[in-house]
């Protein structure tokens, strides 16, 4: 049955929790979570968190950059003086090499940072949209905003669906100067509505994430990590052409594990396995052991004062599980907020935990689970994303 659950359903339930309620938030003790403050949320279904400590950037940029005048050390995870940007490795040709932008090469057919468009967009000029539906596109709202969804005089930003444009919006996204991605969603509002979403490079000349449309009640979709630089364009639309107002709901994040994406975790030497039928990481049934652990891979969070780490999983009772982080490499894990309540073992829970980096700009995060019950507790989860908000 979980397997079965619609990635929209999953990104809307477990990170788009604004447009599900907002209970109220416990804040758990500051100083947990390998030294930094953290905020638990509600238990439950959806939930939400804030912070007294610190607040994660909501700009296009990525964050504030450091700036101020201060020296410039490339590779210290944040842009300052004379750098465009930090991606957190020393490869070359991703994007950001020498923190600096790429070198751009207008009609290679690869976009890079400063291109808006290439040789298949309409009204591209030196790889620079200058007319159309994509011109002076408004900058992609962050957060949870309404949307009036009314006919307009513009021709349809090119799509996968089937769209005709009357009452399509259209949104830029710059990456700015960090890595980061974009989770979408779409909800309707009168119950005739057909929420349809779709990303591209350029005006339509490069999909980088398919239409995904629904009659109801809404529709999701997340773009991939985007290099430094990278400018994306979006399209929102009621594919039934009704229009009226929608609610959209934009979250950037910095990593996302997904299903299968979750074979990239550690999860050696404890309860914990990959099934693949299921597509989720769940324990041993009859573990016995202390601490055991599943660890991701690090993630870059250069600019950033925060992150909120967000869970979609399953547990019954007994047993403590909780989320766990350490930042700027270090081996010591401390628990993000409270221990995670029982959840619905069929259809999953969600929960977020805010992380304030104190200058860190990497982070490990992981679950733990202490001290179960032997052959009683279960637990699963598919789906674990580091946002920005």
Not at 106 to 123: H, I, K, L, R, Y
Not at 231 to 258: C, H, K, Q
Not at 314 to 332: C, E, Q, V, W, Y
Request: charged share 15%; net charge negative; proline share 5%.
């Amino acid at each position: 049955m979980r397997a079965a659950i619609a990635l929209a359903a999953r990104l809307l339930g477990a990170c788009f929790v604004d447009v599900v309620g907002e209970p109220d938030a416990e804040t758990a003790p500051a100083g947990t979570g390998a030294g930094a403050s953290t905020t638990t949320a509600g238990s439950g279904g959806a939930t939400t968190s804030t912070s007294t400590t610190g607040s994660s950037s909501s700009s296009s940029g990525g964050g504030d950059g450091g700036g101020g005048g201060e020296p410039s050390t490339c590779g210290d995870g944040v842009v300052q003086a004379a750098e465009q940007c930090e991606d957190g490795n020393n490869a070359a040709a991703d994007g950001c090499t020498g923190c600096a932008f790429d070198a751009a090469t207008c009609g290679d057919g690869v976009f890079q940072a400063g291109e808006t468009c290439e040789s298949g967009d309409p009204e591209c000029v030196g790889c620079a949209i200058t007319g159309g539906t994509c011109f002076k596109a408004a900058a992609l709202p962050l957060g949870t905003t309404t949307q009036a969804l009314t006919s307009q005089s513009k021709p349809p930003f090119p799509n996968d669906c089937n769209v005709q444009g009357s009452t399509t919006q259209v949104f830029r996204f710059d990456a700015g100067a960090y890595p980061r991605g974009v989770l979408l969603a779409l909800v309707e509002s009168t119950g005739t509505q057909w929420p349809a979403v779709w990303a591209s490079y350029g005006c339509g000349s490069d999909v980088l994430t398919p239409c995904y449309s629904s009659p109801g009640p809404f529709s999701a979709i997340r773009t991939p990590v985007l290099a430094p630089g990278l400018s994306v364009y979006f399209g929102i639309a009621d594919e039934s052409d009704t229009g009226g107002n929608m609610t959209l709901v934009a979250r950037p994040f910095r990593a996302f594990w997904l299903d299968a994406e979750l074979t990239s975790w550690s999860l050696g030497g404890g309860s914990w396995v990959y099934d693949n039928g299921l597509q989720e990481i769940h324990d041993v049934n009859g573990s016995t052991e202390n601490k055991s652990r599943a660890i991701a891979p690090a993630v870059f969070v250069g600019g950033l004062d925060a992150v909120t780490v967000a869970l979609h999983y399953g547990k019954t009772a007994g047993g403590a599980f909780r989320l766990i982080a350490s930042t700027d490499g270090g081996t010591t894990f401390g628990p993000l907020g409270m221990d995670l309540p029982e959840a619905n073992f069929s259809f999953g829970a969600n929960a977020e935990r805010q992380l304030t980096l104190n200058g860190a700009t990497s982070v490990i995060v992981g679950v733990e689970l202490d001290n179960p019950m032997p052959g009683g507790t279960q637990i699963w989860f598919n789906q674990v994303a580091v946002l920005e908000l």
